[in-house]
């Protein structure tokens, strides 16, 4: 049966040159000229390929591909973008969308039929790989049973990971230190085709160099001391299922490019083995470092962050979420109290409550469930009071003593800032990069701070 490649693609020449090429190469050809008839043909014409054009008018390609991510039939399919060379922010945006590739124009023959070939055979293996079914699986909303969902960025937040996780795309997790990174990372598995099976996960910073090699790829009998027999490694262990790196910018440079021959080739090298093992994963990644600023220092690659980044998603710290510290604050405690044996959980009192939501909880939800444990040890009564709460949570240390103060010299702060990036922006033209360098910042961090203050993203100027 002929492989089914739709192009959408608003010129009518370069159409029709593509067309003709596929129908050369032995593929069925499907044309559209606008995103909206795109979308369309992608619902009814079941292709195994699209192949889109970013700049169109009415309805661009990122349009077209948030749609076709949005639909369950077509969640999955391989997209390729087609761009051109000056928009190399575009194809960024593109992969943290849900592209799988892109083709540059003027492309070559060779250019667009290798990419269309490659993202077959991905496909393939990957489907291959699922366990049979009598039936597939329904791709919905991300499972957010048992967890505190309630603030609106993070209900954004996990709508987005329901998206990405109905895909094949690797992901990379934001935030800082214990917002729960780990814990989007599962509801991203289960809202996967690969819910069934295994979701490993390891811990970068864990493990000397050489042990983990060892873990990541495995190792044959004899391969160092103490190898006395052959182990499989992560990506083995989790055949057809998720790998989690956490805290993967810690990984080291040599270890960094083990890892991205892995993610392009889908094979694994064992240390001390002489022939490479086919292996089926989905990678989630996750970091609570700067990337950008870690490529920059050449401690990080930058052809591994495009791999693992083909969607990026950021967790806000606790602090800008303070309406879930209340419900969490509950839920730690009755988690507690299960696992001591407590026959009823404790009420928190309205001051210790307010104590911790006035709190900015520099540890994030992992920094909160520690404190509810400890209260939950010390109550020895039905209730949780502010006296059960430890020292840095009731006097949080302060730059001012005077409260008034703070708020005023907070302001001025953020008044300040907010006039920087604005005057960074006009001099630069309204060029983000060129902004971010002036200011000593990643883009990412730019851009951040102008959705935290409010500010409108410019466009740049010609």
């Not at 575009?90 to 124009?105: E, H, I, P, S």
């Not at 290798?114 to 079914?133: C, D, F, K, M, Y």
């Not at 930058?302 to 980044?309: M, T």
Request: with cysteine; net charge neutral; charged share 25%.
């Amino acid at each position: 049966m002929k492989r089914r490649v739709l192009v959408i693609e608003d010129d009518d020449a370069i159409r029709s040159n593509i067309l003709e090429l596929l129908e050369e190469e032995g593929y069925d050809g499907i044309g559209a000229a606008d995103g909206k008839s795109g979308i369309g043909s992608a619902l009814g014409s079941s292709p195994d390929v699209i192949v889109c054009d970013i700049m169109m008018p009415v309805m661009d390609g990122y349009q077209v591909l948030r749609a076709i991510r949005d639909y369950p039939d077509t969640a999955a399919v391989p997209f390729i973008f087609l761009t051109a060379k000056s928009q190399r922010a575009d194809m960024r945006l593109g992969m943290n969308l849900g592209a799988d590739d892109y083709v540059t124009k003027p492309f070559t023959r060779h250019d667009l039929l290798g990419a269309i070939s490659t993202r077959l055979e991905r496909q393939q293996v990957l489907v291959s790989a699922q366990p049979e079914r009598t039936s597939a699986p329904p791709v919905g909303p991300a499972d957010t049973t048992g967890l505190v969902v309630s603030a609106p960025r993070m209900k954004e937040l996990y709508a987005q990971a329901s998206r990405v996780g109905a895909g094949y795309l690797s992901v990379l997790l934001l935030g800082e230190t214990g917002v729960g990174k780990d814990v989007l990372a599962h509801v991203i598995h289960k809202a996967s085709p690969r819910a069934s099976r295994p979701f490993v996960p390891l811990n970068c910073a864990a493990f000397a160099d050489t042990l983990l090699e060892s873990e990541l790829f495995g190792h044959e009998k004899g391969a160092f001391t103490g190898a006395v027999q052959s182990q499989p490694g992560l990506f083995e262990t989790a055949a057809g299922g998720t790998v989690f790196l956490d805290e993967v910018g810690e990984l080291p440079r040599t270890v960094q490019a083990k890892l991205l021959r892995v993610i392009e080739d889908c094979r694994v090298m064992r240390v001390g083995g002489r022939a490479p093992r086919e292996v089926d994963v989905r990678f989630i990644a996750a970091t609570n470092r700067d990337l950008e600023r870690d490529i920059a220092a050449g401690t990080f690659r930058q052809d591994l962050y495009f791999r693992i980044a083909g969607a990026t998603l950021t967790v806000p710290p606790l602090r800008e979420r303070r309406q879930e510290i209340a419900p969490l604050a509950r839920r730690f405690v009755a988690n507690a109290c299960r696992r001591m044996g407590h026959a009823a959980a404790p009420a928190i009192t309205d001051d210790a409550l307010a104590a911790l939501e006035q709190y900015d909880w520099p540890g994030n939800v992992r920094e909160l469930r520690n404190v509810m444990e400890r209260a939950v040890t010390l109550s020895a009564v039905r209730e949780i009071g502010s006296a059960h709460l430890p020292d840095n949570v009731l006097h949080p240390r302060r730059d001012s003593i005077d409260g008034g103060a703070d708020v005023r010299l907070r302001s001025e702060l953020v008044g300040l800032e907010r006039q920087r990036i604005i005057d960074a922006l006009d001099e630069c033209g309204g060029n983000q990069t060129r902004a971010a360098e002036r200011l000593g910042v990643s883009r990412r961090t730019l851009l951040y701070r102008l959705d935290e203050l409010d500010l409108p993203r410019p466009r740049k100027r010609l």
